[in-house]
């Protein structure tokens, strides 16, 4: 299984960029999916996750701002990212929780991250 994340670029503040994640590979089933950021010296934390039946939920500093969403049919995660400030700025992550053929468990899965840059 492999999640590939795209989307990451350079944005003035008060921009807008979407991150899309694909998962490909032996997939039974995907549970939770989630977007983490990780900014320069600080630790990884989780911005968005969304349930496979849609559910959401945000980070405070991120409500009313980002919107997670998915598409089950194409195994794809997308994080709309409005009103961008520079505090945003970080490596962003992917995570899926999948069930794959053949395997009664369900495993993390992680994307390369991609980079959001918010300068003007």
């Known amino acids: 299984v492999q999640l590939q994340a795209s989307g990451g670029g350079l944005v003035q503040p008060g921009g807008s960029l979407r991150l899309s994640c694909a998962a490909s590979g032996n997939i039974f089933r995907i549970n939770d999916m989630g977007w983490y950021r990780q900014a320069p010296g600080k630790q990884r934390e989780s911005v968005a996750a969304?349930?496979?039946?849609?559910?959401?939920i945000y980070v405070v500093s991120v409500k009313g701002r980002f919107t997670i969403s998915r598409d089950n049919a194409k195994n794809t995660v997308y994080l709309q990212m409005n009103s961008l400030e520079p505090e945003d700025t970080a490596i962003y992550y992917c995570?899926?929780?999948?069930?794959?053929?053949?395997?009664?468990?369900?495993?993390?899965?992680w994307g390369q991250g991609t980079q959001v840059t918010v300068s003007s």
């Open positions: 995570n899926a929780k999948i069930r794959s053929v053949g395997l009664g468990y369900v495993r993390d899965y």
């Open positions: 969304i349930t496979s039946g849609g559910s959401t």
